[in-house]
């Protein structure tokens, strides 16, 4: 089997961040599929995609076509698939075994990704601060340009000042999202959301939490992981060990 082509958006170190790609690395992973990385920085996103023929993701603010990453190529039956939706779905239909997707919940998967995905909503200045802070110069550079002008229109560092009242609501923010999903956690009885089930649910919740783990400063990243008794850090190792991801 060749390996499937995934590509990802680097930190300034070299590595993996983004919640959306570290969804699809984890099904590859889980579902033990080889796989190899194609770093594209944020500017080079759309004029890459363009080229290799990448469906964009949806529309900016103005019109014009969003791409975006995750993108997978597979040249064992030539798909190439965008969005960590697309794929995840992609992924469980050509490649069955371990299933992600237990029978008939996608529609609640679907469901959960989209009440995640707008819990992110409050934070999401906070958030867009912590990761430029973690990027190349050429993608850190490109956020602030997009980010400010097409959405904000306010400079970053106005974001959430240290110590502000905004930053303080970020974190309330922050730890509301966590409380609700914890509640969503706490009817299974078990680590996982669907009892003994593993799924693309636990995935979401994973990627969430490795990126936060990624952007936020150390001290920040242990006040989140010592929200209610240490369940999201060990959620995110658990999911780590049954997707076999190297610690």
């Excluded at 170190?13 to 992973?29: C, I, K, Y």
């Excluded at 944020?42 to 004029?47: G, N």
């Excluded at 603010?61 to 794929?87: C, E, F, K, M, Q």
């Excluded at 952007?215 to 076999?244: F, N, P, T």
């Amino acid at each position: 089997m060749l390996p499937l082509i995934l590509y990802d958006i680097p930190s300034n170190a070299g590595n993996h961040w983004a919640p959306s790609t570290t969804r699809s690395r984890l099904v590859l992973s889980y579902k033990g599929l080889p796989f190899e990385i194609k770093w594209v920085e944020l500017p080079d996103i759309a004029p890459r995609m363009k080229e290799i023929g990448a469906t964009p993701g949806g529309k900016h603010p103005d019109g014009s076509d969003r791409y975006t990453l995750p993108v997978i190529h597979d040249p064992n039956t030539g798909a190439l698939v965008s969005d960590s939706w697309n794929i995840a779905v992609y992924l469980e239909n050509t490649y069955p075994e371990k299933p992600i997707f237990p029978k008939d919940t996608k529609g609640l998967i679907r469901a959960f990704n989209t009440a995640e995905d707008d819990q992110i909503v409050p934070i999401r200045k906070f958030i867009s601060l912590r990761s430029r802070e973690i990027l190349t110069e050429r993608s850190a550079e490109y956020l602030t340009t997009v980010i400010r002008e097409r959405y904000f229109n306010q400079k970053f560092e106005e974001f959430s000042p240290e110590g502000s009242p905004e930053c303080d609501q970020h974190w309330s923010a922050m730890e509301k999202a966590f409380t609700v999903t914890k509640t969503w956690y706490d009817q299974t009885g078990s680590k996982w959301f669907m009892g003994s089930t593993f799924s693309y649910i636990d995935v979401l919740s994973a990627a969430r939490l490795f990126w936060f783990k990624q952007v936020l400063h150390d001290d920040e990243w242990k006040r989140l992981a010592g929200w209610h008794g240490g369940q999201w850090e060990r959620l995110l190792i658990d999911v780590e060990k049954e997707c076999k991801v190297a610690q």
